[in-house]
């Protein structure tokens, strides 16, 4: 074990070493996943850039491993802060392993996304690895040039979408950006502007280098401006803040001291030697916050004015503070310890979310992620979790302000590189507390976390610990074979996140053919997923192809019966046993429970032996998980309907309709059940009140025209059915109806003219009705109270009076 006083490190020669690979591909896996952009349907967007992320680790760490072994030691930075960047893996490890999850749920997630142990893990390990290989200022340097030419290519490139966005709308949209969503763009714009006023700050930087940092800071304010966050823009303000606050403490005073002859000075202080550019550096963070209060304060008009103009408007929902505080509460009541378990949030929320939600707009979302990323991971972890993050969040400030304060950097460029890490770490922090970052956003964040932690070895009086295990054949041997291992396994791990790649494009392939029809390409595509990574949405995905498919071959007069009914139960059988597996992988998504109904419910009709039962039992257990959703009591009303058991299907109508009030389906479907069981009153009531909820669904004022004539409200059923062809006049359905109710309201004219209308529609329209309108035509009414029945109007108390009434 040795140990050395730091210092700043001489230049040396560059040359190809793993050393300097390493460097070089910790830079290159941020860099390379933010330009990765594929504009291909079928190549799924975030999920190729997590994991060029992950791979990017992964070479990172094989590339390490490799210089160790060929270089015979390991030299480690100032090690408490880095030990604490572990603390937030290994909860997310213990929480995998015991609440119930499954480790591979927890560590993969659907597509390894951020609140999963493994996202968590390669983002703990690219920051040691930073840590660790950043050794020296060329490394540093190479990190912020690399850096800066990205954070270039990512403004240029948004400046070319918004015009393409303007010149040609319908071909790519002005949010469309590199980083994933809008909001995820303004939060790393965000953290590049931070840097370019720490760089105009403490860095002597000229002539065309400090003309690049205003331009590139000057179009992130403007990028700034379309997202307009007032999160981005409140850390923005408190950055420019500091920043000018410390510029005017370290400015030289312009005027000389003779006004103060013959004052008593109190706090005077000897005069520091100003630093270079101090006098310089006022505008620049001045400037900054003025418009990131002008933002704040007039985000509501000028800045939303801004992003209407331009058409960046985006709606960025999440769960409140007291909503997320509320899921939390209820999963600590049942797994304080270790929480729901990585990337369970989004079962938490349905499972416990407050019923006043469904008369929102939002009511239908199922969110993954509660007000932050970090008070989400608080529910999912539990108690060691929140621990964890506490604990890593206190260290990081603890020693890096004692650092900034105390132990300084002598070297200008270090001090920037430790100030400008600790400051984006800062704001990534803020970032995860209040909103929910993105997987690159938090990739830059940690990347800072090791270039921050590198710094310290710089500071003063510090000390790097080193181990030359080349020279101890004992130790030696140990540490050789914990690293081959850590290759190897490396090496395996590749293989699994490329091989869950495939799978994930295989799922959006597949998804993308059904909803094409085209069901022998989305089989092949599903196969192929399930055999790359099985995962219980790919098997959720093959109960819906086997749905599909049995609807085309039952509607398919070709086919002999005989093979009809073989291709069938295959379809049948199949559908089962995939919706069966994704209940097993993932028993706790109501999803695949609610897919097992779908395919049961399916062949009730036919009256297959147990189709009903067993689709009531997989609806009621995705009931049970999803408590709240009103669309499950009305799909089991649906299938009440199919199993001919209207008491049971008005029940569970009344009971979604509890539980959203203005759920216009159930409200719709309840009238055409108080139709059919000759309660025509209380159908139009439950009818006007889908109405009132959506008056401008042709197809609702359809039905409250029907009955308002089965009620003897004709002028009424004229009124409903001429808004609803008002509002489809292709609707012939509603036009023919509506000629029917001028007809036996004696007025032939106008009932001729709809008739008509309807005839122009199609041939078979003209042919069926040409009956109709010779009568019409002959001043007779061809729609007498005997054949309303026939035409589906409940048969109520009709006005006869009206029937037969002249024309006018």
Do not use: C
């Not at 909103?435 to 956003?441: A, S």
């Not at 590749?494 to 392939?509: K, P, S, W």
């Not at 041939?763 to 002959?778: G, K, V």
């Amino acid at each position: 074990m040795h140990e050395n006083s730091s210092g700043v490190r001489p230049a040396r020669t560059k040359r190809l070493s793993f050393d300097v690979a390493t460097s070089w591909a910790a830079v290159l896996t941020l860099a390379i996943s933010v330009v990765a952009f594929i504009p291909v349907i079928t190549i799924p967007f975030l999920y190729t850039k997590v994991t060029i992320i992950a791979l990017g680790a992964l070479v990172t760490l094989a590339l390490f491993i490799l210089a160790r072994l060929t270089r015979g030691n390991v030299i480690v930075p100032p090690l408490p802060l880095l030990g604490a960047l572990w603390l937030v893996p290994l909860a997310y490890l213990f929480s995998s392993l015991f609440s119930g999850v499954g480790i591979q749920n927890g560590f993969f997630g659907t597509e390894l996304e951020t609140d999963t142990f493994g996202f968590v893990l390669i983002l703990a390990m690219l920051a040691t690895l930073t840590a660790l290989a950043f050794r020296r200022t060329q490394s540093y340097q190479t990190f912020f040039k690399v850096s800066s030419f990205v954070f270039g290519i990512t403004l240029v490139a948004q400046v070319l979408i918004l015009v393409l966005g303007r010149i040609a709308p319908s071909f790519i949209s002005p949010t469309t950006n590199l980083i994933g969503s809008f909001a995820d763009f303004g939060m790393f714009v965000g953290l590049g502007v931070t840097v370019i006023l720490l760089a105009l700050r403490l860095l002597a930087v000229t002539g065309r280098k400090r003309t690049l940092l205003l331009i590139g800071g000057g179009l992130g304010l403007l990028m700034l401006a379309l997202v307009n966050s007032a999160v981005v823009w409140s850390l923005i303000a408190l950055v420019s803040l500091a920043l000018f606050i410390e510029a005017i403490m370290r400015r030289r005073p312009m005027a000389d001291d003779s006004d103060l002859d013959g004052v008593a000075l109190m706090l005077a202080e000897t005069e520091t030697e100003e630093e270079a550019g101090a006098s310089s550096s006022l505008a620049a963070p001045l400037a900054v916050l003025a418009i990131s209060l002008f933002f704040l304060i007039g985000g509501s008009t000028i800045g939303n004015a801004l992003v209407s103009a331009l058409g960046t408007s985006v709606v960025d929902v999440r769960p409140s503070w007291q909503s997320t505080f509320d899921i939390g509460g209820h999963t600590y009541a049942s797994s304080p310890l270790f929480g729901s378990g990585p990337g369970t949030f989004g079962a938490q929320w349905i499972q416990f979310k407050d019923r006043s939600l469904n008369d929102t707009i939002f009511w239908n979302i199922d969110f993954t992620s509660g007000i932050g990323f970090i008070p989400s991971s608080f529910v999912t972890t539990g108690l060691v979790g929140a621990l964890a993050w506490l604990g890593f969040i206190g260290l990081f400030l603890f020693f890096g302000l004692r650092a900034l304060l105390l132990r300084m950097p002598q070297d200008p460029f270090v001090r920037f590189v430790s100030a400008a890490s600790f400051t984006g770490v800062l704001y990534v922090l803020a970032l995860a507390i209040f909103n929910v970052p993105g997987p690159l956003v938090l990739l830059a964040g940690f990347l800072l976390v090791g270039l921050f932690v590198s710094s310290l070895r710089y500071g003063t009086n510090a000390r790097e610990w080193g181990v030359i295990f080349a020279r101890s054949p004992r130790i030696g041997f140990i540490i050789v074979f914990g690293l081959t291992l850590l290759l190897l396994a490396s090496i395996v791990a590749a293989y699994v996140v490329i091989e869950r790649y495939l799978a994930g494009v295989a799922y959006t392939e597949a998804t993308v053919a059904l909803s094409s029809g085209n069901l022998e390409e989305a089989e092949a595509d599903i196969a192929r997923s399930i055999l790359f990574a099985p995962s219980d949405r790919a098997y959720q995905l093959a109960a819906g192809v086997g749905i599909a498919r049995m609807n085309t071959i039952a509607s398919d007069s070709t086919l002999a019966a005989a093979d009809a009914q073989q291709q069938f139960q295959q379809a049948l059988s199949g559908s089962i046993e995939a919706a069966l597996t994704a209940t097993r992988l993932g028993p706790n998504n109501y999803q695949n429970w609610a897919i097992l109904g779908n395919v049961y419910q399916t062949v009730v009709p036919l009256n297959i032996e147990g189709a009903y039962d067993n689709a009531k039992a997989a609806y009621d257990r995705a009931v049970a998980l999803n408590p709240t959703n009103p669309t499950l009591p009305f799909v089991l009303a649906q299938l009440e309907i199919a199993n001919e058991n209207a008491e049971a299907a008005e029940e569970n109508l009344m009971q979604a309709i509890n539980l959203k009030r203005d759920y216009t389906e159930a409200i719709f479907l309840l009238s055409q059940l108080a139709v059919q069981q000759g309660r025509a009153r209380e159908a139009l009531e439950a009818a006007e009140a889908a109405a009132y909820f959506a008056p401008n669904d042709p197809v609702v004022l359809f039905q409250v025209g029907i009955l308002r004539s089965a009620n003897g409200d004709n002028p009424g059923a004229i009124q409903a059915l001429a808004r609803s062809v008002e509002l489809n006049p292709q609707y012939a359905n509603a036009r023919f109806f509506l000629g029917v109710m001028y007809g036996i309201s004696g007025q032939y004219d106008r009932a001729i003219a709809e008739l008509e209308t309807v005839a122009a529609l199609s041939p078979e329209n003209e042919e069926a009705i040409a009956a109709d309108l010779a009568a019409l035509r002959q001043g007779r009414n061809p729609f007498p109270p005997s054949r309303l029945g026939a035409l589906g109007i409940p048969q109520g108390s009709l006005n006869e009076s009206a029937t037969n009434a002249p024309a006018q």
